[in-house]
C-alpha cells in the first residue's frame, strides 16, 4: 500500500510541477535578437526569422486607387535587407515592465503616415475579394473590452525558442473572437500579413541597438 500511495504522490507532484513550468514559459519575457526582454514603449523590428523570404513589416495601401488607400495595411517588405518600419508594443495591463508571451498587446507602427487615423494594428473584416482578413491599422491603443478585441495580438512560441504572432484576444471573456496565427500572403509582387495561412515566424530587434535594456 505503501508504495502505490509514493507512486499516486509521485504522479500528481509530476503533474502540478509540469503545470507550473508551462505557465511560466507561457507568460516568460519575449527576448529580442541580443537576448533581452522587450520592454512596452520602445522601438523594434519584427524581422522574419526565415533568411531570404522578404524584409521587415510595414505599411502600404491594398488598392491602387488612392481614393481608397486608407485604412493601409501591414504588409512585409520584398526585400530581405529592408528592415520595415519600427513598432512599438503596449501589454494589457498598462503598466507592465516587459512584454509576455501569450499576453494581450497592441502593435503601433512608430511612423507617420498619409491617413488621418492611428498606426495601431487591428483585424479588419473579410475582404470580399479574396475572402481573407488582413491586418490594417487604424486601431483603438488601450481600452480593453468588447469595442477593441479586433486590436489585441499576442506573441507566442513557434518551435523551442521563436516566436509566431497570433490573434486570440482575451481581453473580453464575453465575447465571441476569432483566433488564428498571423501569415503572410503573397499576391502578386505584394506580401500582406493577415490571419491564418502558415505561421509567420519572427524575431525581433531592437531599433536602437546603442540602447541596453
Given amino acids: 500500500m505503501g508504495n502505490i500511495a509514493d507512486m499516486k504522490f509521485l504522479v500528481v507532484l ?74 512599438i508594443f503596449s501589454p494589457a495591463p498598462e503598466g507592465s515592465e516587459f512584454v509576455k508571451m501569450s499576453t494581450d498587446l497592441n502593435v503601433r507602427f512608430s511612423a507617420a503616415t498619409i491617413c488621418v487615423q492611428s498606426t495601431v494594428w487591428r483585424l479588419g473584416d473579410v475582404d470580399a475579394s479574396t475572402g481573407r482578413r488582413y491586418v490594417i491599422s487604424g486601431g483603438v491603443e488601450g481600452s480593453p473590452g468588447a469595442g477593441t478585441a479586433s486590436n489585441w495580438f499576442k506573441i507566442e512560441r513557434y518551435g523551442e525558442r521563436d516566436y509566431k504572432l497570433v490573434h486570440c484576444p482575451s481581453v473580453c471573456q464575453d465575447c465571441k473572437v476569432v483566433c488564428g496565427d498571423l501569415g503572410v500572403f503573397v499576391e502578386g509582387e505584394n506580401r500582406w500579413l493577415g490571419l491564418d495561412g502558415d505561421p509567420f515566424p519572427v524575431m525581433f530587434t531592437n531599433a536602437h541597438p546603442g540602447y541596453a535594456n
Avoid at 514559459?25 to 523590428?45: K, M, N
Avoid at 524584409?55 to 512585409?76: E, I, M
Fill in 14 to 87: 509530476c503533474f502540478l510541477l509540469c503545470s507550473l513550468s508551462a505557465e511560466a514559459t507561457s507568460f516568460a519575457s519575449v527576448r529580442d535578437t541580443d537576448g533581452r526582454s522587450l520592454r512596452p514603449g520602445h522601438e523594434y523590428y519584427i524581422l522574419p526569422l526565415i533568411r531570404g523570404r522578404g524584409g521587415g513589416l510595414t505599411l502600404a495601401a491594398r488598392s491602387n486607387d488612392s481614393s481608397f488607400a486608407c485604412p493601409l495595411a501591414v504588409a512585409q517588405e520584398g526585400l530581405e535587407v529592408d528592415s520595415g518600419l519600427p513598432v
